[in-house]
């Protein structure tokens, strides 16, 4: 996913506060520090995200980017904190949706700007062999579930937010998509002679086994999956 197009969609300015929604090692969050003078704060529920990019950020030098390590369904920030809200490849993480989206509708100023890019199902009457390639895709990524494109939807309504928009970005995903699984490729021989011969758990096979069905769920041409950002105002 594009940082440049995470900004054109928050459409910022160096007056804004911008809340990165499970903001991993920092990577778009830094990114905008970098070009903007507007206050973010990063929030991970992992303590060694924490640290990592606490570090990351004092080597930069950035002064207008804070971390700290919250729950995004729940947080300790108040009512209208923010002007802006992100969510990248991390909302999927979430049993519900919906919780963070609430959530996400409280902490944003009126007008405020929430953008989420992630996976979504395209629809969910998968067959039996579409719901063995997504349940291994989900153990292998540590995912709950993940959401459809038509639930999202309607879960941003149901939080009060509007003017929603949806723009497919499948394209951006490709190259990633097929170098996972090249790997997928590589590995899978040995990472099963390895298990077979109890050198290494199976969750190190199942893992080879994911990078394969990413690109069956991501598929070109099945319609199970695609990869899109959501935009959409308080």
């Known amino acids: 996913m594009s940082n440049k197009f995470v900004v054109k969609c928050l459409d910022l300015n160096d007056k804004d506060i911008i809340l990165d929604a499970g903001c991993g090692i920092g990577g778009t969050g830094l990114f905008i520090g970098k070009r903007y003078n507007a206050k973010i704060i990063g929030i991970t529920l992992s303590k060694r995200q924490l640290i990592r990019v606490r570090k990351k950020a004092n080597i930069i030098g950035l002064n207008n980017i804070t971390f700290s390590q919250q729950d995004y369904t729940k947080t300790d920030f108040k009512d209208k904190s923010f002007t802006k809200i992100y969510g990248i490849e991390s909302i999927c993480y979430t049993k519900n949706s919906l919780d963070f989206l609430i959530e996400a509708y409280r902490l944003l100023k009126n007008n405020g700007i929430l953008v989420i890019s992630d996976g ?113 105002k308080k």
């Not at 394969?212 to 598929?219: I, T």
């Open 120 to 232: 979504f199902l395209v629809r969910e009457n998968l067959n039996k062999k579409e719901n063995q390639v997504l349940k291994s895709c989900l153990v292998g990524w540590d995912l709950p579930n993940l959401s459809t494109k038509k639930k999202f939807f309607k879960d941003l309504k149901k939080a009060g937010f509007k003017n929603i928009k949806y723009y497919d970005n499948f394209k951006s995903i490709r190259k990633t998509r097929n170098r996972i699984y090249r790997l997928g490729l590589f590995g899978y021989l040995l990472t099963l002679l390895m298990y077979l011969f109890r050198l290494v758990p199976k969750c190190i096979h199942d893992n080879t086994i994911m990078c394969l069905n990413q690109k069956r769920l991501f598929s070109d041409k099945d319609n199970i999956a695609t990869y899109g950002v959501f935009i959409a």
